[in-house]
């Protein structure tokens, strides 16, 4: 089945520099990868998500990469603010056959002022 | 306002004592799915539904049961708890069809002694 693998596991960056948050899949046939932001307290709140027959998506300040030969995709969070310190996570998804999110094991993004 | 909303938030009960958590949604979605949140582990699938009457195992499914009698509300029951069901539990909801994003409650946190 597939497989969805995170890092880091904890990035700390100062106020203004920018994140990065990579993922790796292993199913080919996944091509519906959503980004969750966590508060503390709170459920996952999709912030972005990109679709396999597109490399890139910009929202902002966030942007997400997809490699699909290379099986990852990444998370870019630029300018950041303190108000970007959560919990992040990746997910991976076959769209239309399955609507299962599996999900990477999350990246604890803390933003220094 | 299109929300999930799960009780309780926090429970703490003893081993054995049947428990059923409550998820309702708001937004006439066909598909519900039930969550655990481990610490280094994600977000893992619990049990899924596609519709009424229709429900189907995740990846850990081993302890729980759900029901689906309606298209809002997706119950999980833990008919006798053990301790490994300690958990953050999180239902989310989302329409089917085209990579739609789901939605989730803001948690319930078990702790079963």
């Known amino acids: 089945g597939e497989n969805v693998e995170q890092h880091p596991s904890t990035l700390s960056v100062q106020e203004g520099d920018s994140a990065v948050i990579k993922c790796t899949y292993s199913?080919?046939?996944?091509?519906?990868f959503p980004w969750y932001k966590q508060e503390l307290g709170k459920g996952p709140q999709l912030i972005i998500d990109i679709r396999s027959n597109v490399g890139e998506k910009k929202d902002q300040r966030i942007a997400v990469t997809l490699n699909k030969t290379a099986k990852h995709f990444s998370l870019h969070i630029t300018e950041t603010q303190p108000e970007d310190s959560a919990v992040y996570f990746c997910a991976a998804s076959i769209m239309d056959s399955s609507y299962k999110l599996i999900f990477g094991s999350g990246t604890r993004l803390l933003v220094r002022p | 306002e299109a929300q999930v909303t799960q009780n309780p938030r926090y429970l703490i009960t003893v081993t054995g004592k049947k428990l059923t958590v409550t998820c309702s949604q708001n937004?006439?979605?066909?598909?519900m799915s039930w969550y655990r949140q481990d610490p280094g582990l994600g977000l893992r699938q619990i049990y899924y539904?596609?519709?009424?009457?229709?429900?189907d195992k995740g990846d850990v499914p081993e302890g729980y049961k759900v029901s689906r009698k309606e298209k809002r509300n997706f119950p999980l029951i833990l008919e006798s708890p053990s301790p490994n069901q300690t958990s953050l539990y999180f239902c989310a909801s989302n329409r089917v069809g085209g990579g739609q994003p789901q939605h989730f409650g803001d948690g319930t946190r078990l702790s079963i002694l």
């Open positions: 937004m006439n979605h066909e598909y």
């Open positions: 199913d080919s046939a996944s091509n519906y």
């Open positions: 539904s596609m519709n009424v009457e229709v429900t």
